[in-house]
């Protein structure tokens, strides 16, 4: 089985600050991790990936995200937010074996304030 | 990246009748599409797996013979909610993977918003 938790809800920032949206995964084999974004009434927007190398991912916008194996994490991270920045961001995991779907998490909703 | 269209955006329909929502892979070829559901303020919920040429693979609670899935062609795969009711109505997002184990990415469509009047 997989699973993938983001405990906040929601995360507040002040443009210009950095920000981490936090997630942890639970799967069988080797994880594939993802990060997603998605605003108001649209598809899911890739942002960054981690299959295998190093631990630190750069991704589209200015994120990155670290996976971390033995705390089973895989923040996501951003040096300085942005108000364009706001949105709800999904973090996907799936095994490395088979076709399985990806599975998300419940989604974090980040807010950056001018 | 690669582009997945689906169509159409936002639908209304009456009750009973039945809805056709397409996934598209414009510029890559798709042996496995999948099919989410999305509920205001939740996350995504696999409802089946679509392989080409095949049936689908449906998960533990989603009604085969209420949401019809075919997948004729690498590029294209449909949903079809047969007899829709006001529960049906939801926001319906399609993903797919572009063929080849090395090819690890889904790519999803914009979604489709349905109301059942």
């Known amino acids: 089985a997989q699973s993938v938790a983001q405990p906040e809800d929601q995360v507040n920032v002040a443009e210009g600050n950095p920000l981490t949206v936090k997630c942890t995964y639970s799967v069988s084999g080797n994880p594939y991790l993802f990060w997603y974004v998605q605003y108001p009434n649209r598809g899911l927007q890739f942002l960054l990936k981690y299959i295998t190398g190093d631990n630190l991912v750069k991704g589209s916008y200015g994120f990155e995200a670290e996976f971390n194996k033995s705390q089973t994490s895989f923040h996501l991270k951003k040096p300085s937010a942005l108000v364009s920045d706001s949105a709800l961001y999904f973090c996907a995991v799936r095994e490395d074996t088979g076709r399985r779907a990806l599975t998300f998490g419940s989604g974090t909703r980040l807010q950056v304030q001018p | 990246g690669a582009v997945v269209s689906q169509h159409p955006s936002w639908v209304i329909c009456k009750s009973g009748t039945s809805v056709k929502i397409e996934c598209r892979s414009l510029d890559f070829q798709a042996t496995t599409m999948f099919w989410y559901r999305q509920f205001p303020k939740q996350s995504l919920m696999l409802m089946a797996t679509s392989n080409e040429g095949s049936k689908a693979t449906y998960e533990q609670g989603v009604e085969k013979d209420k949401f019809l899935i075919n997948h004729a062609s690498l590029t294209l795969s449909t949903l079809t909610v047969t007899s829709a009711h006001p529960e049906d109505s939801s926001f319906y997002i399609c993903?797919?993977?572009?063929?080849?184990?090395?090819?690890?990415?889904?790519?999803f469509g914009a979604g489709t918003r349905l109301s059942v009047l």
């Open positions: 993903s797919a993977r572009e063929q080849g184990v090395a090819k690890n990415i889904q790519y």
